[in-house]
């Protein structure tokens, strides 16, 4: 079955603190993945892509097939990093659809 | 050029009650779906649509209806709403499976 599993409700950091927000999936094939944010009262909106292989706004996130993960990370947190950050899986089939892990909560103290 | 765009932004609903949640986008995509967000539960899919009058389940979708007449538009239609529905529903839009999804702003729904 596909499935993205993200362990963590909520991870609280300080400014400066490196981040790694942990996203593990289940899927039978390539697995296409995506990291969304959501900051306060904003829609979300795609943070990364692992096909693209960039960093924006300072995080990475490396595709791991043998450990099917894909852990998002930043060196240094900033506090305009507070947001909601869901890992997505393709649900494959040329449909469109996404599959949603549960969503982590960051917070970034000052 | 305004994206996806989601109305209404906040409504309550009584039990047993209908309303349409209306979702339109503006960049010609192809696919579109309705997912809602529960604390803990992250986004699900409710429906989908690859295309105008193409449309197909997705993991959440009873006591939900959609159409798509147009390109444009994917409605939600809520039949007789349930307290259970109580939720923020998301609409969005995209040209593919491995490409950006682009998000409305949400509808926040309350059944009571």
């Known amino acids: 079955a596909q499935r993205v599993t993200q362990p963590e409700k909520l991870l609280s950091v300080f400014k400066g603190a490196p981040v790694e927000l942990k996203c593990n999936y289940s899927?039978?094939?390539?697995?296409?993945l995506f990291w969304y944010v959501q900051y306060s009262r904003q829609r979300l909106q795609l943070l990364l892509r692992?096909?693209s292989r960039e960093s924006i706004k300072g995080f990475t996130a490396d595709l791991n097939k043998g450990e099917t993960s894909f852990h998002l990370k930043k060196p240094f947190a900033q506090e305009e990093d507070s947001a909601m950050y869901y890992c997505a899986l393709s649900g494959g089939g040329n449909t469109g659809k996404l599959i949603f892990g549960q969503g982590t909560t960051l917070q970034v103290k000052p | 050029n305004a994206g996806v765009t989601q109305t209404p932004k906040f409504q309550v609903l009584k039990t047993g009650q209908s309303m349409t949640l209306q979702c339109a986008q503006d960049m010609n995509h192809e696919y579109m779906s309705w997912y809602r967000q529960d604390p803990g539960m992250g986004l699900r899919l409710i429906h989908y649509?690859?295309?105008?009058?193409?449309?197909d389940q997705g993991e959440v979708p009873n006591g939900y209806n959609v159409s798509r007449s147009t390109t444009e538009d994917f409605p939600l239609r809520l039949l007789s709403a349930a307290p259970s529905q109580t939720s923020v529903y998301f609409c969005?839009?995209?040209?593919?499976?491995?490409?950006?999804?682009?998000f409305g702003q949400g509808t926040r729904l309350t059944v009571v």
């Open positions: 899927y039978s094939g390539s697995p296409e």
């Open positions: 969005a839009s995209s040209t593919g499976t491995a490409v950006t999804a682009f």
């Open positions: 649509s690859v295309g105008a009058g193409i449309t």
């Open positions: 692992h096909i």
